[in-house]
């Protein structure tokens, strides 16, 4: 019953957010605009919400002036051509992501999808098909939706891009916190599989996820999407590498 009426809740906040759409409030923070053609209020544009400066080319991290990779990215295998995030995951944006991960507030997978697919452009990346980043269907009953998958079907929208979930998760992965880089590594590649070979033989795959920290995540399902031609990644936020 518990479950019943939560599913009834969230099919009428649905409702509730088509009849009322949450426009003309500041995407990250939800303050009213006075400009009703900006996305975000000046408060938060303020508040070094975009991931720019000096950032690594392959995984779009903030890197020290001079340094062209970051240690990672020289230190470990990547699997992937180049990552890019829109945002940096301060404070707001790191509110608001973990809205849109646990609290279903799904109307903020437009604006971060154009935000992705704009960044997109900017570095003329260009890719043939969208492979989002699997959840655990145990995951996705709990919270009802796979906000990667949201994301990914909504860039494939607006870019005119097929979304094929290529890869699954069969398990739900240890706490990875205390785990070391080639542990996670392990950890997630045992826990994801490859269930859709011929969707990406030979295309330009673009892997999306929400948000990016050890790039460990995307890494491995790049190592997991053998015969693709070339692979991308991106997420709406980039953490900072300590
Ligand atoms: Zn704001
Ligand atoms: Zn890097």
Do not use: W
């Not at 799904?106 to 492979?131: G, H, S």
């Amino acid at each position: 019953m518990g479950n019943f009426l939560q599913k009834m809740k969230k099919f009428i906040d649905k409702i509730l957010n088509i009849i009322f759409p949450e426009d003309y409030k500041c995407v990250l923070c939800g303050m009213d605009l006075s400009d009703k053609n900006s996305v975000f209020c000046k408060e938060c544009l303020e508040s070094d919400i975009f991931n720019e400066g000096n950032r690594c080319v392959k995984c779009d991290a903030m890197i020290k002036k001079g340094n062209i990779v970051c240690d990672h990215c020289k230190n470990q295998k990547r699997y992937f051509e180049r990552c890019v995030c829109p945002l940096n995951y301060n404070q707001i944006v790191k509110s608001a992501i973990l809205k849109l991960k646990d609290d279903d507030a799904l109307y903020y997978v437009a604006p971060f999808a154009k935000l992705i697919v704009q960044r997109l452009k900017e570095e003329n990346i260009d890719f043939d098909i969208i492979v989002p980043v699997p959840s655990h269907p145990k995951t996705v009953k709990r919270r009802g939706y796979n906000p990667a998958l949201l994301l990914a079907n909504e860039i494939g929208k607006l870019l005119d891009k097929q979304v094929v979930e290529a890869l699954t998760k069969n398990v739900i992965t240890k706490k990875q916190k205390r785990l070391n880089f080639e542990e996670r590594q392990i950890n997630l590649h045992d826990s994801m599989t490859l269930i859709d070979k011929t969707a990406i033989k030979d295309k330009v795959v673009l892997i999306v996820d929400d948000i990016i920290t050890t790039c460990a995540t995307i890494n491995t399902c790049s190592s997991l999407l053998k015969g693709a031609k070339k692979i991308y990644a991106t997420a709406i936020a980039r953490t900072n590498l300590d």
